[in-house]
């Protein structure tokens, strides 16, 4: 069964992660609040964005747009979303088939979290080993992108146990 408080453990997260207002020269997403960008949002006054904004961004367009709700084990869901905002949807869903497809599934790695993908993803019984597969294609991922300066950051970002879980 889905655990419905799951938003609220991963927004939590994803809004710590990403911290306040930046506009680095050197953060290919510009100018960004809260992790989202005005590159992806050009309509949005950035440096104004309120947090309760931010969560309404994110949950239209990213948790429930991407299924992660539909993700049974929390940490994994969480992963997913913070993926998601961090890599973009298409990375963070490739990272999930091809950590599914390592536990033993058949998926196509297309990059859409569909119903197959959430039946394998569900019903793999080793949670934690299934995570870990995921969380080494996200760094595979990272590690590939060229941007040293970001690298330790992503690399923490992506073994981050999510405090929120810890009640």
Partial sequence: MVDRGA??????????LEGGYSNSAIDPGGETKFG????????????????QQAREI??????DRYRCG?????PLATHY??????????????ALQNAANDMGATLVVDGVVGGR???AVNGITDSGLL???????????????????YLKGWARRVVAFPRELVA
């Fill in 131 to 149: 995570l870990n597969s995921y969380f080494s294609h996200l760094l595979e991922h990272y590690l590939g992108l060229g941007y040293d300066a």
């Fill in 117 to 119: 993908t959430l039946a």
């Fill in 36 to 51: 989202i960008s005005k590159r992806q949002y050009p309509h949005l006054n950035i440096r104004q964005l309120t947090q």
């Fill in 58 to 63: 994110y949950r239209r367009d990213f948790w």
């Fill in 81 to 94: 979303f913070s993926a998601g905002v961090n890599a973009g949807p298409i990375v963070a869903a490739k």
């Fill in 70 to 74: 539909e993700i049974e084990y929390v």
């Fill in 7 to 16: 938003y609220e453990t991963a927004i939590a997260f994803v809004l710590r």
